[in-house]
């Protein structure tokens, strides 16, 4: 099977979300963009935390009982970040997915800066392509 690389099936354009951004902008963009979470980076693109769905939806709860935004971006985030680098294998990948528990991975260099994002749906597409490939080379 040759190498399967997260470069090769990687959201290329992920949401954006920045650290002061108000929660429900952030929804906001979640919810466009049809991702159910997005690295939050610093001015200089670098990632230094984690929002998703499940962070935000206390936050809103809140701010519809006090019908006001009452939270930043930075007050919730989730960090460390569990990140991959864009050489990374996507079997290395999907075998750490097995142990840990994130849906969406920020792909970064190796300065910390936002490259894109890889889920779950994305990394069980490629091996299925490279299965399908190797099946048909076999018939």
Known sequence: MESLQVSDYMNTHPVN???EMPVAEAVELLLESHQSGGPVVDRKGKVVGFLSEQDC???MIASCY???QICRVSEIMKTPVISVKPYMSVLELAQKL???KPRVYPVVDDDGVLLG???RTQVLKAIDMQLRSGYQQAS
Request: proline share 0%; aromatic share 6%.
């Open 57 to 59: 939806i206390a936050k």
């Open 98 to 100: 097995l142990k840990e």
């Open 17 to 19: 979300i920045g650290l």
């Open 66 to 68: 006090y019908r006001e």
């Open 117 to 119: 994002t890889i889920n």
